[in-house]
């Protein structure tokens, strides 16, 4: 619920307000989703990745943004 607080904040400009979480840094990530997906590598081969959405917010700055992670989706070795 926290989440949706401060993210709710920063669509309505006031991501320029005190931090909520100073002891985190001035930028504070809050994941959206988490999927597997099929990506296409700079090579050219499809490979399941896991992709992650996250809602940025930069307290020093005020700027607020959706960026999106992609990594591997790690194997057990047998």
Known sequence: MFDMAVISGALHCSVD????????GD???IRL???VDTVQT???IFRPMIVETYF???????????ITKMREIETEAE
């Open 27 to 29: 930028i504070i990530n």
């Open 56 to 66: 940025q917010m930069n307290y020093a700055t005020g700027e607020s943004k959706r």
């Open 17 to 24: 307000t005190d931090n909520p979480c100073p002891n985190q």
């Open 42 to 44: 700079p090579e050219g």
């Open 33 to 35: 989703s988490e999927a």
